[in-house]
């Protein structure tokens, strides 16, 4: 396992890319399963509720693959899709343990709510992380440019917040 998280991170920090991944459904449901694991821990941490759960356990990493699959189908690349979304929910459960979980619980720590300045900023340089690593995964997956990738990365990033938004806010 730890060879995995290496090359993960290897991954993260552009020192290599999914084609180093081997093209292997296990890998694929193991990425997945360490992304759900990281995401509850940090629900947790967040003291998330039970709708905010549903969105990131399971439609989020549900619509990720899909929009990844998607995406690969749309640039004739279906054949990448294990290897680029086992990168792109591996990555995202690395950054979540090594960057994202960790400045959280410093937040939480420091009582600093999502309204504070400083959490703020946090959130940006957290978004732009994922939106630089995720987009570079999906260049190298589409065989496209890094726009393509970052702007699919955001758009993603901004559909599963609205679609929690919009549902949350209904509920109100």
């Keep these: 396992m730890s ?4 090359l993960f991170l290897d991954i993260v920090l552009w020192r290599k890319g999914p084609q180093d991944l081997p093209s292997s459904s296990l890998l694929l449901w193991l990425a997945a399963l360490a992304y ?5 821990v940090q629900l947790a941490v967040l003291g998330e509720t ?10 989020d990493p549900l ?4 929009c990844v699959w998607l995406m690969l189908k749309l ?33 939480t720590l420091l009582h600093l709510g999502p309204d504070n300045g400083f959490s703020r900023i946090v959130a940006l340089v957290l978004l732009g992380t994922f939106a630089l690593v995720t ?13 393509t990738g970052v702007a699919f990365s955001l758009t993603y990033f901004f559909l599963i917040n609205s679609l929690l938004g919009l549902v949350q806010g209904g509920g109100n």
Excluded: C, D, M
């Design 75 to 107: 640039y004739g690349h279906p054949e990448r899709f294990l290897q680029t979304a086992s990168a792109v929910l591996g990555t995202g459960a690395v950054l979540s343990l090594v960057l994202y979980l960790p400045l959280q619980v410093v937040l």
């Design 36 to 40: 759900v694991v990281i995401s509850a």
């Design 50 to 59: 039970g709708l905010a759960w549903f969105f990131f356990l399971v439609l």
């Design 135 to 147: 987009g570079r995964i999906l260049q190298a997956g589409t065989g496209s440019n890094l726009f």
């Design 3 to 6: 060879s995995f998280f290496k």
């Design 63 to 66: 619509l990720l693959t899909l």
